[in-house]
Structure formats: C-alpha cells, structure tokens
C-alpha cells in the first residue's frame, strides 16, 4: 500500500538487483491511491496501518508546502507524486547495496504514476536529487544523513 519501501521491500529489492542482476527498478505510485488519501485526511486507522501511513506522511506534508490552500483531496492528487520521491528517498536512504549499484551504474531507479482510470504510466524518471543522494548517503554517519535531508528540504520547490 502507498508504494513504501521498508526493510523487507528493500530486502526484497536488494536481492532483485543483486544475485538476479535486474538492471531497473520502478517506483510506481498510482492515482487516487487510499493510503495517500488517508495520510492527508489524517484518518483515524488502526493495527499496522498507522505505521504504513507514517511513512506516507512526509510526502504529504510536502506536498501541502508546494501547493498552499489546497482541500485534502487535492492534496492527495498532488501528494501521489510526492510519495514515489519520498519511496526513492528512503531506499537510497536506508539500503548500501541499492546506493552502491546506483552509484556503479548498475541499477536504475526511476519514478511513475499509474493512472487507474485510463492505465496509462507517467514516467517521473530519476529523482531530481538522486546523484546527490547517493553521495551524501554513501559518507557514513549521522551528518551525511542531515546533509542530503536539508538538501532535500532546501531544493524541494525544484521539482514541482
């Protein structure tokens, strides 16, 4: 749901790459996506799903930065996108072996929306910031990590 990459998605994508040598790996959201909607109503939800919305909810705080005055289900529409970046964010993020391959040119990472009600994918391509990520994430600690986010905060307007 909402296209999130924890560590089992990751693992699973570690594994794609490196023993299967799948060369890319797609990010794709999908319009009127409920997990999106849901972390920008601010649902009340229960079990797991709190922590699955949790992750969506940078996207979506984002998303209401770039598009002021806009109702909840605007947000939503808008926040699609904002959520394969944000999905692309955290696996550079949180997975060495995706950054290395990245970094090697062995492994594409690219965004896209589904639109369900025509089928037809909306290539985002790479994320604005991807080379740059990888570099800050790659330098180990906990500067590299607040390095590459305040890049992220400080450019986000430049991919709207």
């Known amino acids: ?9 990751a693992g699973s994508i570690e594994y794609a790459a490196e ?4 060369p890319l790996l797609v990010v794709m959201g999908h ?9 920008a109503s601010h649902a009340k939800l229960e079990g797991n799903v709190p ?11 984002r998303a209401k930065k770039l598009n002021p005055g806009m109702d909840d289900k605007q947000i939503a529409t808008v926040a699609v996108n904002e959520n394969v970046w944000q ?11 995706i ?4 970094s090697k040119g062995e492994l594409k990472v690219v965004g896209a929306v589904y639109d369900i009600a025509d089928g037809k994918v909306q290539w985002l391509g790479e994320h604005p910031w991807q080379s740059e ?3 800050a994430f790659s330098k180990h600690g906990h500067e590299a990590t607040n390095t590459a986010e ?8 430049e991919h709207k």
Do not use: Q, Y
């Open 31 to 39: 319009t009127k996506c409920g997990a999106v909607g849901a972390a």
């Open 150 to 157: 305040a890049h992220v905060e400080e450019t986000k307007d």
């Open 87 to 97: 999905t692309i964010f955290d696996l550079i993020k949180s997975s060495e072996p």
């Open 1 to 9: 749901a909402g296209n999130v990459a924890g560590p089992h998605e």
């Open 51 to 61: 922590s699955l919305i949790a992750a969506i909810e940078p996207a979506v705080d």
């Open 19 to 22: 023993h299967l040598h799948v």
């Open 99 to 102: 950054r290395e391959m990245v």
């Open 133 to 135: 990520l990888v570099v």
